[in-house]
T-cell receptor
Framework: DAGVTQSPTHLIKTRGQQVTLRCSPK?????VSWYQQALGQGPQFIFQ???????QRGNFPDRFSGHQFPNYSSELNVNALLLGDSALYLC?????????FGPGTRLTVT | KNEVEQSPQNLTAQEGEFITINCSYS?????LHWLQQHPGGGIVSLFM???GKKKHGRLIATINIQEKHSSLHITASHPRDSAVYIC?????????FGKGTKLSVKP
């Protein structure tokens, strides 16, 4: 079992651009959560997907959107990138209460 | 005020020392998580507990629901334990994280 995988590992974008990050959950997991971790801070919950629907959402603007596919993989899209969007984006999958984290995607906005 | 507070923020120890990291939270919870994050970002779940105590190898996690407090202990610390340790509250999704405790164990 490959565990939770994320792509790409690193990404550099310019202000105003759009970005798509991808996550493949651990085998058998049906729920995917996304988190943003700014440097020196704990992760902040963005949203969670279950059965291809957004089930919960944190305090993030509409520029942050997502999608879950029938195979439970998920995408995080961020539009109109700001410098402040530079962070590590973590995906976590779960079947029950315990979450398994991916290695993250490091996004740098210049 | 952050809903999850950790202390200390930074911790330096000598190899072999007993380590304690504390976590306090402000609201009732269904579960508390202890996680480990190494440089580069990957997060590993260490414990999820809702009462009592759990042990895994040299790691022990305790929780006191009445006092809204949890501790993570590392016995016989080793340089490979150097990492950021994060506590988080919540159950399925929507975890609320503390800012983490950066532990450095010197040989």
């Amino acid at each position: 079992d490959a565990g939770v995988t994320q792509s790409p590992t690193h990404l550099i974008k310019t202000r105003g651009q759009q970005v798509t990050l991808r996550c493949s959950p651990k085998s058998g997991h049906d729920t995917v959560s996304w988190y943003q971790q700014a440097l020196g801070q704990g992760p902040q919950f963005i949203f969670q997907y279950y059965e291809e629907e957004e089930r919960q959402r944190g305090n993030f603007p509409d520029r942050f959107s997502g999608h879950q596919f029938p195979n439970y993989s998920s995408e995080l899209n961020v539009n109109a990138l700001l410098l402040g969007d530079s962070a590590l984006y973590l995906c976590a999958s779960s079947l029950g209460p315990e979450q398994y984290f991916g290695p993250g995607t490091r996004l740098t906005v210049t | 005020k952050n809903e999850v507070e950790q202390s200390p923020q930074n911790l330096t120890a000598q190899e072999g020392e007993f380590i304690t990291i504390n976590c306090s939270y402000s609201v009732g919870i269904s579960a508390l998580h202890w996680l480990q994050q190494h440089p580069g970002g990957g997060i590993v779940s260490l414990f999820m507990l809702s009462s009592g105590k759990k042990k895994h190898g040299r790691l022990i996690a305790t929780i006191n629901i009445q006092e809204k407090h949890s501790s993570l202990h590392i016995t016989a610390s080793h340089p490979r334990d150097s990492a950021v340790y994060i506590c988080a509250m919540g159950s399925q999704g929507n975890l609320i994280f503390g800012k983490g405790t950066k532990l450095s164990v010197k040989p």
